[in-house]
């Protein structure tokens, strides 16, 4: 994965609660295990004018030409509950996507983000709901930073937010790492700790 430090980048604003997974990516949509030839269904049941089609919807927001090249999103409580599938945030990266920006995040949803290198930012209600109404005012005119080094978003009108990412996560983000590379990190400490282990219990490694 790339790593995330600083994203500067247009956002677009989404605020809508409890975003569910088959909204994101119905299931109708995914035909396929990998990663890739997702991002056309994307957010399908809103995006698009009839269910199956391509023909987009002018008034959904990723439809604007102001947020068409957006890399943020900016939605509602409860982002990305209903069911745990990944290809959810698959799609959102695949998109573009490097960050969404919400009050809160269903937990398995979140984890995946992390370790595809999405960045799920967390602010407060008031904070979410207040940014959303710059960039509506705004049109895309004005980029977002979300800067993962320091934890700080920095929008138009001087909106500053502050959110926290645990270490593993943010390490994980910082350095482009999925869960085994970062796991691999402590090879070292791993090896010592089998070599003593191999001593003490020889049995095991029959």
Known sequence: MDPLTILTAVAAPLLRANIDTDAIIPSREMRSVSKSGLADGLFAGWR?????????????????????????????????????????????????????????????????????????????????VRLAEILTADAGHTPVTVDVRDQTVVGPEGFVGHFELDSESREMLLHGLDAIELTLRSGEAIDAFTTRDRALRPWVYL
């Open 48 to 128: 698009y004018l009839t269910i199956g089609s391509r023909d987009p919807d002018p008034a959904f927001v990723l439809n604007q030409p102001a947020f068409a090249r957006a890399r943020i999103l900016v939605g509602g409580e409860n982002f990305g509950c209903g069911s745990s599938r990944e290809h959810a945030v698959w799609a959102l990266a695949e998109y573009g996507f490097r960050a969404v920006i919400a009050p809160s995040f269903s937990p398995i949803f979140r984890s995946n983000c992390v370790r595809n290198g999405v960045a799920p930012v967390v602010l407060s209600e008031a904070e979410v």
